[in-house]
């Protein structure tokens, strides 16, 4: 089945906030054998609602909006809908109770706005938000369903995994399959993959489909079928996924859709080593990358952020010799911090940078972008200097991402 | 002027990527007095394309695609478009200059595939992509223009800002100015703020709009106005925002629209103190905040991350006894992470975060979401326990969040 998402809200149009919610869902409906053909951005205006609404309709038979719920007076979504669907505005005393619910439960007094929320249009069947006090709305025309969804992706996210997803599989019923293969592959740009694979590739059968997915220092190659019989698609699958494996070896490091810090995080999980990390430019940003996997408390003991020289030299032995001599961004200083931070913290890996982030500090020597990024695993150290492109957050993010990366390849040859 | 924008890529309809082009766009286009009426995202559909190009130029003069431009197979924007406008593919020889140019400075090496991108529709005008190999492509049909651009953010971004914003000036002339005043306001939700306001709002001109976003722990105001003559709309917004300020007073922590670690950052410059972290459940979240703002190193001076209790104990100075007493989740613990780390990093500013981000972890006395807090400037110092709904990544946000507007407060009353 194919599905439209109308992303509702002014702010998205100014760039104020970026949309997740359409990504969630599709992430989310696609193992159902659902497809999200469209997803369309407007602004919090009547007439383009009920537009977007006819337009969505002529092409999907679900459509789900998200967003325009909120009890401010710059929300109209409630009213588009009531004068789409028809009927009348009604106050639904179980949207109240469950209002004054989670009000009460986020510590805060009821007021005339939230209060509000438990106006609702006669024709649509409410289903309680039990993360928030947007009630959800489920509108039916012919065979055609409308969703409209809250627009903060806490609960929309929530909200469709608990509530909706179950009642819209209840109410349309998937024939279709799709399944996705992801590989996760470092050492060759887009185009270099994609002339190693171009034999694979003209004997894929027409069902599946490959596609390439380039990230900074990686490509994700994501093969997606779509067959009625599902035992015959995932095999399929599997025979294209051991090809590739045939292919490409070692440099594909994940044959799931992980993140490389969940993938350095089993690496070190079943190893039975600890990691620690001594950042400069990254300012703690491989840290949190590392700390975001569930369960990384296995593995992960701490870092120093040492942003300033004399936590260099204080906490992690850099000698200040070294500093004056070579500078902080150099070959022996992120070397003895990734030395210090493994000895201080009694890890066995650890992954160090230093580095000038931008957009000041550059020089002809060592400009901007400039990073020494060095990763230890036991008594193997490699260092390495890089020079990432772009702005100070892009900067930072290469270099999180290669540290990780040069120490998942030390852990693959241990 | 208004603008359509058409995102193309599979990748963001399974919601493997997420679209931060549009809000880009928009957010650079809205200073000259544009305004972004609608972002659709299809996928890589020969037919979708060109029925979305039919749909915004029905609707606007100005069309802006982003992606589909890459070298691999999947991407076939380029065909849809020369078949919409017309014409042939041409090889181009400056586009191949360009690419040699790229992939050199990129220390690749030329294949098949990117110098695949040298073809380009006969009916459009090559912008030469400074930054990247897939040329950007310039149609116009009429009065109406559509500008294709390339899906990395980083070259849509450049492009945009130094190439064709330039040349969409020249092209069309705005004569409608949008201005924007953001205020970060704390200490209220959005319906109690909403409520407070209620006879501003009712005060304010038809020609200016005010609008609710809120962000956990603070909500941002955001009055957007579109008048001919600038100098009377910039006089209307400054009357409305000096209004805001007397209601709101010191609960406006921000007349910018900037993210609480540059909020933050300002404060400690101008007062001329530092800042350091401990920090165990945000795992060196609120470094990385911090050390996203360029010019951070003034006042940043570093970070222990001490996610085992070994870590609390030898650097931070946290007893073993009250670590076993009172656990690792608790009141004197965080309070002696952010005394440790002010000491050992000497700094007069500190914040300290512990808890249970989950999903593992949690207890009957201390559930998911439990994080104590703590900050300190000079010998001032808080500590309060949260709780904090949602999902891992969410704890962590929240936590990162709450800890820097605790040291907000205590700077503004120092």
């Known amino acids: ?30 193992p159902l054998g659902w497809n999200v053909k469209s997803v369309k951005v407007i602004g919090d205006n009547e007439a383009e609602i009920i537009k977007a609404i006819e337009d969505s309709f002529a092409q999907t038979d679900l459509v789900i909006t998200t967003g325009g719920l909120g009890p401010t007076k710059d929300d109209i979504t409630k009213e588009a809908m009531r004068k789409y669907f028809g009927g009348e505005m009604v106050y639904d005393k179980e949207v109240e109770k469950n209002v004054l619910r989670v009000v009460e439960l986020r510590h805060l007094k009821i007021n005339d706005l939230t209060a509000a929320q438990a106006y609702v249009p006669s024709s649509c069947k409410v289903i309680q938000n039990k993360v928030g006090t947007a009630p959800i709305m489920w509108f039916e025309r012919g065979s055609k369903v409308l969703v409209a ?59 599946i489909h490959l596609a390439y997915l380039p990230r900074p ?13 599902k035992t015959q698609l995932c095999n399929d699958l599997d025979v294209l996924s051991k090809q590739l494996h045939d292919i490409l070896g070692s440099s594909i490091i994940s044959y799931e859709d992980k993140c490389v810090a969940a993938i350095l995080g089993d690496l070190l999980r079943s190893k039975q080593m600890t990691v620690a990390t001594a950042e400069s430019c990254t300012g703690g940003n491989i840290a949190h990358e590392i700390t975001e996997v569930a369960g990384s408390s296995d593995y992960f003991v701490g870092s120093i952020v040492s942003y300033s020289n004399s936590v260099k030299q204080n906490l992690l ?54 990073v020494w990024i060095c ?16 702005t ?8 999180t991402m290669t540290g990780m990366l040069m120490l998942i390849k030390l852990l693959k040859n241990e």
């Open 1 to 30: 089945m194919d599905i439209s998402i109308i992303v509702i809200g002014d702010e998205l149009l100014i760039g104020q906030v970026t949309d997740t919610n359409s990504g969630w869902i599709a992430r989310h409906v696609n």
């Open 217 to 229: 220092g990686l490509v994700r190659l994501r093969l997606t079928g779509r067959l009625t019989d």
């Open 317 to 370: 032995g850099v000698p200040s010799e070294i500093l004056e001599k070579e500078g902080a961004v150099s070959q022996p200083v992120v070397i003895q911090m990734c030395h210090g931070v493994a000895k201080l913290l009694g890890t066995a890996c650890s992954i160090s940078t230093s580095g000038i982030a931008g957009p000041g500090g550059g020089s002809l020597e060592k400009p901007v972008g400039t």
């Open 149 to 207: 969804m809250p627009g903060v992706p806490f609960e929309t996210e929530q909200m469709m995994e608990n509530e909706v997803i179950p009642r819209l599989l209840n109410h349309f019923c998937a024939n279709e399959h799709i399944e996705h293969r992801t590989f996760i592959v470092i050492d060759h740009s887009e185009s270099a993959l994609a002339i190693k694979l171009e034999q694979f590739e003209n004997n894929i059968p027409p069902h």
């Open 375 to 390: 990763a230890k695993c036991n008594d193997k150290i490699v260092s390495e200097r890089y020079h990432f492109p772009g």
């Open 392 to 399: 100070r957050d892009r900067v930072i993010d290469r270099a």
